[in-house]
T-cell receptor, first 115, second 113 residues
Framework: AQTVTQSQPEMSVQEAETVTLSCTYDTSENNYYLFWYKQPPSRQMILVIRQEAYKQQNATENRFSVNFQKAAKSFSLKISDSQLGDTAMYFCAFMKLTVGQNFVFGPGTRLSVLP | SAVISQKPSRDICQRGTSLTIQCQVDSQVTMMFWYRQQPGQSLTLIATANQGSEATYESGFVIDKFPISRPNLTFSTLTVSNMSPEDSSIYLC??????????FGQGTRLTVV
């Protein structure tokens, strides 16, 4: 079974600064996807960024980028130029590419962006 | 992106009663997923709902407690039966688009008193 670990229950960052959220996972699969989802107080889950395991190049999406280390099973999220609207719970998620695919979510990191 | 309408957005229910949560998607999807998010916790998959077949439940979740309907490719319901305070959670429905991108409803915040 797959597991996803986020070792930082809470983090804070000053507005305009950079913060990195950690995620590690455990799997015996070779083909899979990794995701970061954001859940603001509105409860809506929002996709932040996605990484295909077969791609060595790290995904980027505007101010969001990942550091994907497949051998180490590490998938950290870097948020640059943090904004107040980035305040949310951030969940790292794993999805294997097989029939009945579903997500395994990490426990989440609560990020607070301070003015 | 997918538009998912989930309702009710919140409810307060008496223990022993049941609540049915509805999820409507703006286009046809093969699989719909139901998650539970207990207070301060992550998301846990309850079951996968396929149109025309029985839902597939994850370990720890049973059909008698969480019956699911999937009458067509755009709609599903999850019922939380015989509720107790331990069922107080956020319940979310989700669909996959393009095989890998998950979209979520707005969630239903359930409080059982």
């Amino acid at each position: 079974a797959q597991t996803v670990t986020q070792s930082q229950p809470e983090m804070s960052v000053q507005e305009a600064e950079t913060v990195t959220l950690s995620c590690t996972y455990d799997t015996s699969e070779n083909n899979y996807y990794l995701f970061w989802y954001k859940q603001p107080p509105s409860r809506q889950m929002i996709l932040v960024i996605r990484q295909e395991a077969y791609k060595q190049q790290n995904a980027t999406e505007n101010r969001f980028s990942v550091n994907f280390q497949k051998a180490a099973k590490s998938f950290s999220l870097k948020i640059s130029d943090s904004q107040l609207g980035d305040t949310a719970m951030y969940f790292c998620a794993f999805m294997k590419l097989t029939v009945g695919q579903n997500f395994v979510f990490g426990p989440g990191t609560r990020l607070s962006v301070l003015p | 992106s997918a538009v998912i309408s989930q309702k009710p957005s919140r409810d307060i229910c008496q223990r022993g009663t049941s609540l049915t949560i509805q999820c409507q998607v703006d286009s046809q999807v093969t699989m719909m997923f139901w998650y539970r998010q207990q207070p301060g916790q992550s998301l846990t998959l309850i079951a996968t709902a396929n149109q025309g077949s029985e839902a597939t439940y994850e370990s720890g979740f049973v059909i008698d407690k969480f019956p699911i309907s999937r009458p067509n490719l755009t709609f599903s319901t999850l019922t939380v039966s015989n509720m107790s305070p331990e069922d107080s959670s956020i319940y979310l429905c989700s669909v996959l688009r393009g095989g890998t991108e998950a979209f979520f409803g707005q969630g239903t915040r359930l409080t059982v008193v």
